[in-house]
């Protein structure tokens, strides 16, 4: 079965610091990729997501994510976050073709201001 | 376009109640899907719809746990006795299909509490 694995499950940085999200997931055909933010007692957004084309995806909010296909990886980056930054971060992966993503277990930020 | 709607926001039951959650997807959508976040496990996904027919319920914990959806509007979580581990929040999304770039979009989510 398709599985996504956030390893970090909870980070804490200090405001500026710059930010990195794991994200890997077990399926080997052509898949679809996205990162939700969820901000405390709100709804998930959607960050960014990828389905085709430059591997490199550019999000909102200065967020951006790197598809590496050799290594299974979609992970986030952030060179500078914010205070504002603090919530939980979902990786979500759903094969081409399925309309069913499978989501991470989330990471949750802490931004220290 | 409002969103995906829930109702009602927060639901605070004792152990035994029957409780409903309700979720109009968004307009157009044929997809809707229901989450549950716990701490514990995560975002689950419990049962989704296409066309307002139930495709796949196999993350329905148990036979507590019923869903429908009657028409493309509006679609019904039931829990049926509600007990204090179902406490959680519980997600309603929905997406269009077809070959677009489309991703599922939430709604705000039911917090409930089973005491």
């Known amino acids: 079965a398709q599985s996504v694995s956030q390893h970090n499950h909870h980070v804490i940085l200090s405001e500026a610091a710059s930010l990195e999200l794991g994200c890997n997931y077990s399926?080997?055909?052509?898949?679809?990729l996205f990162w939700y933010v969820q901000y405390p007692g709100q709804h998930l957004q959607l960050l960014l997501k990828y389905f085709s084309g430059d591997p490199l995806v550019k999000g909102i909010k200065g967020f951006e994510a790197e598809f590496i296909k050799s290594k299974f990886s979609f992970n986030l980056r952030k060179p500078s976050v914010q205070w504002s930054d603090t919530a939980e971060y979902f990786c979500a992966v759903k094969k081409g073709g399925s309309y069913i993503p499978t989501f991470g277990r989330g990471t949750s930020l802490i931004v220290h201001p | 376009d409002a969103g995906v709607i829930q109702s009602p926001r927060h639901e605070v039951t004792e152990m035994g109640q029957e409780v409903t959650l309700r979720c109009k997807p968004i307009?157009?959508?044929?997809?809707l899907f229901w989450y549950r976040q716990t701490m514990m496990r995560g975002l689950e996904l419990l049962i989704y719809?296409?066309?307002?027919?139930?495709?796949?319920d196999s993350g329905m914990p148990e036979d507590r746990f019923s869903a429908k959806m009657p028409n493309a509007s509006f679609s019904t979580l039931k829990i049926q006795p509600s007990e204090p581990r179902d406490s959680a929040v519980y997600f309603c999304?929905?997406?269009?299909?077809?070959?677009?770039?489309?991703?599922?979009?939430f709604g705000q989510g039911t917090r409930l509490t089973v005491v």
């Open positions: 399926y080997g055909g052509t898949v679809n």
């Open positions: 999304a929905s997406r269009r299909s077809g070959t677009g770039n489309t991703e599922a979009f």
């Open positions: 307009s157009g959508h044929d997809y």
């Open positions: 719809f296409n066309n307002n027919v139930p495709i796949d």
